[in-house]
């Protein structure tokens, strides 16, 4: 059985420019969470999807985005690009919204300069 | 405000020994406490996760004890190997919400 699968696993990008993340949850898996993990933050919940809506949303800025489309599958956006978004993006799968056992995908390492 | 705090940062322990890690929590709505294993350049695989109803949960080497009371549950790794040298994470959250709150983060070094 596969796991989750993030896609890119690595991406530079210049300040300003915005970016979309992609990741695939573990087949059968439904609900979709995001996190930004970074040494000085530590791991920080960014929003999670179910059945192709929002159901939780942390506390960053409106530049951070997600979706999720029918397939389960989700995609997050940055856009306007700033240093401090540098970090370690996480995926984590669910088998269903309230179902709390969460599975990670390996990351998308994001570096703006 | 720090929902889940978690101690020590880093910990040095002998190959055989027993390892702890300690973290405590604010919110009495937690009812679901995962422990989690990050290797470098990986993502955190979930180790072994509590209920409230439970004080204590063990699989293989790895025991969670929970104390409700105090809010404050910890992980026990027994017969650490120079394998479980990784970093650990504790979170929680409330049931039906799949937003977890993590602690920092312990650095685990296994020497051989």
């Known amino acids: 059985k596969a796991g989750v699968t993030q896609t890119p696993r690595y991406l530079i990008k210049t300040r300003g420019q915005q970016v979309t993340l992609s990741c695939s949850p573990i087949s059968g898996h439904r609900s979709v969470s995001w996190y930004q993990q970074t040494p000085g933050q530590g791991l920080q919940f960014l929003f999670e999807y179910f059945s192709e809506t929002q159901r939780n949303k942390g506390n960053f800025p409106g530049r951070f985005s997600g979706r999720q489309f029918s397939n389960s599958r989700s995609e997050m956006n940055v856009s306007t690009l700033e240093l401090g978004d540098s970090a370690l993006y996480l995926c984590a799968s669910s088998l269903s919204a309230g179902v709390t056992e969460a599975f990670f995908g390996q990351g998308t390492r994001l570096t703006v300069v | 405000q720090q929902q889940v705090k978690q101690s020590p940062q880093s910990l040095i322990v002998q190959k055989g020994g027993i390892s702890i890690i300690n973290c405590a929590y604010e919110?009495?709505?937690?009812?679901?406490f995962p422990w989690y294993q990050q290797f470098p350049g990986k993502g955190p695989a979930l180790l072994i996760a509590i209920r409230p109803d439970v004080s204590e949960k063990k699989e293989g080497r790895f025991t969670i004890s929970f104390n409700k009371s105090a809010k404050q549950f910890s992980l026990h790794i027994m017969d650490s190997q120079p394998g479980d040298s990784a970093t650990y994470f504790c979170?929680?959250?409330?049931?039906?919400?799949?937003?977890?709150?993590f602690g920092s983060g312990t650095k685990l070094n296994v020497k051989p």
């Open positions: 979170a929680a959250c409330r049931d039906n919400f799949n937003k977890f709150y």
């Open positions: 919110n009495t709505a937690f009812d679901y």
